[in-house]
């Protein structure tokens, strides 16, 4: 059953014909494990559409190390020359 239902696992939910929803929904209830999976890969492509809204912040704070600890730092460094 599952050999030839691939297709179905691959395919976007939203997008399956209503033929299919059937189907889909009897392999999935058949075989618990691979119902886990598919509800895993969902989720996972929920994250990743998440993630790729702050893929250039998360690229920015790991190119440009500096933090708070840094930046208060060397403004202690500035207000200490400045009061000199």
Request: glycine share 2%.
């Given at each position: 059953m599952i050999k030839r239902s691939r297709w179905l696992l691959l395919h976007i939910p939203e997008n399956l014909p209503e033929r299919y929803e059937v189907r889909l929904s009897e392999l999935l209830e058949a075989n618990q494990p691979l119902?886990?999976?598919?509800?895993?890969?969902?989720?996972?492509?929920?994250?990743?559409?998440?993630?790729?809204?702050?893929?250039?912040?998360?690229?920015?704070?790991?190119?440009?190390?500096?933090?708070?600890?840094?930046?208060?730092?060397?403004?202690?460094?500035?207000?200490?020359?400045?009061?000199?």
């Open positions: 119902n886990t999976v598919y509800v895993m890969k969902t989720a996972l492509k929920q994250f990743a559409e998440k993630v790729r809204e702050y893929v250039s912040r998360i690229i920015a704070s790991a190119r440009n190390w500096l933090n708070t600890s840094i930046l208060e730092g060397m403004n202690n460094k500035i207000i200490k020359i400045q009061f000199r």
